[in-house]
Each structure stands twice: as structure tokens, then as C-alpha cells.
């Protein structure tokens, strides 16, 4: 039996992930497909609900703890990942190690760089395609702008933006996809159908693991 495929969604705040998760999810089950959905943060786990409470701004944690809390709740999922996979059902994931990685790296510490950021999500499965829905602030804005949450603002925003477009081309990132998100829900859509469809139709070997 072949193996699933794993193919992960990535963005700003508003950027549609989430929409677009589940038109995708339809789609490839229409063809066939059989396929599950998981999205990270999962605030359902003992880890999540902490995860949870530091969004809502609840609970206080120091910026490299909470980076590997988040990194943590990827892994307590790691190996329903890998059992769904090998079972030859495709996964869907909203969010991942990308937005883990760029979104604490945005904070400024300067004890928390990108590179330390990426360390412990080296060895989780590593998606057969990956996409960043390229919104812009004034698009996200016009979408109903940003919520009550931490990381909710602009200024962090753009700087989460910049660094997501910073991993194009880096080594051990062929992976990575960059749509224009701010096109029409049906034409994104589109775009992120074709090249899925291209991707699952590629998969060979087992599935690969997140590197440096
Ligand atoms: N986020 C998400 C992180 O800071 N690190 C992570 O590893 C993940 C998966 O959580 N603003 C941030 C990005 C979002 C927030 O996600 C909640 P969502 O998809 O908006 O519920
Ligand atoms: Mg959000």
C-alpha cells in the first residue's frame, strides 16, 4: 500500500489556513483519498490547554519554555502521525514546526534565535509539501483584522511574515510553497489543490524527517 501523504498549512494570523485546510481535506477525499486533519497548537492535550492559557494571556510563561511546550505538543502527536501515514491515510495539518519556529524567533529575545528555535523540531515527520498563504497586513486587516491573542498584533505580524519568507530557498526547505493568499478563497484553493495533487502523485520512499 502506498503511504499517505503529509501536507502542512502555514501563515499569518487571517491568512485562511484554516478554511483552507478543510476545502483541501474535502477535495482529496473526493478524489479518493483517504485523509485526516490535525492542527497545531492542539489545545485539546494537557500540554494544549497550557499552550491555551498563555495565548489567552492567562497564564505567564518565559519565551523558551513556552517555544518548547509548543514543540512538544507536535510530538506527543508524532507518532498518530506516522501510524496514519504508513496506514495509507493523508494527513492535513494546520500549522506546524514553521510557524513554531518563526513565531517565537519574532518575539526579539535575543537568547532565541531562529536556529535555536528550529532544534527541537528536528526528527518530526516533515511534510511532502508545505504552504505559506502570503497575505498582506492590509488584506488580513480587511478580513476582520487580528483578535485578542498573543502574537495578535502587527507589528508582530510583520515580522512573522518576514521571517516565514526568509525560509525560502534554505537548504533542507524544498518542501516549502509560497501562495498568494490574497486572491479569491476559490482561486487559492485551486493553486493549493494542483500542486498537492502533484505532490501525493510524487510521494516515494517512507516519509522523511524534519532536518537542520
Ligand atoms: N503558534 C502556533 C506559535 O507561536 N507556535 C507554534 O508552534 C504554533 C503551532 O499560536 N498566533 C501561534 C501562532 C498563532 C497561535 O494558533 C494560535 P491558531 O492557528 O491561530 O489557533
Ligand atoms: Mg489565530
Given at each position: 500500500m502506498t503511504r499517505g501523504a503529509l501536507i502542512v498549512?502555514?501563515?499569518l494570523d487571517r491568512a485562511g489556513k484554516s478554511t483552507q485546510c478543510a476545502v483541501l481535506v474535502d477535495k482529496l477525499r473526493e478524489m479518493g483519498y483517504k485523509t485526516n486533519y490535525i492542527r497545531f497548537p492542539d489545545r485539546t492535550t494537557s500540554i494544549g490547554k497550557i499552550i491555551d492559557g498563555y495565548l489567552r494571556g492567562e497564564v505567564q510563561l518565559e519565551?523558551?519554555?513556552i517555544h518548547l511546550l509548543f514543540s512538544a505538543n507536535r510530538w506527543e502527536l508524532a507518532?498518530?502521525?506516522h501510524e496514519d501515514i504508513s496506514n495509507g491515510i493523508s494527513?492535513?495539518?494546520d500549522r506546524y514546526s514553521y510557524s513554531g519556529a518563526v513565531y517565537s524567533a519574532a518575539k526579539g529575545n535575543k537568547d532565541l534565535s531562529l536556529d535555536w528555535a528550529w532544534r527541537p523540531e528536528i526528527g518530526l515527520p516533515r511534510p511532502d509539501m508545505w504552504f505559506f498563504l502570503n497575505v498582506s497586513p492590509e488584506e488580513a486587516e480587511r478580513r476582520g483584522g487580528y483578535g485578542l491573542e498573543?502574537?495578535?498584533n502587527v507589528t508582530l505580524q510583520l515580522r512573522v511574515g518576514k521571517l516565514f519568507k526568509s525560509l525560502q530557498g534554505m537548504e533542507n526547505n524544498e518542501e516549502m510553497r509560497i501562495v498568494d493568499a490574497n486572491q479569491s478563497k476559490e482561486?487559492?484553493?485551486?493553486q493549493i489543490f494542483e500542486l498537492s495533487s502533484a505532490a501525493i502523485g510524487q510521494i516515494e520512499g517512507p516519509l522523511r524527517k524534519l532536518g537542520i
Open positions: 498549512m502555514e501563515g519565551d523558551h519554555a507518532s498518530r502521525i494527513i492535513v495539518i498573543r502574537y495578535e482561486e487559492v484553493a485551486q
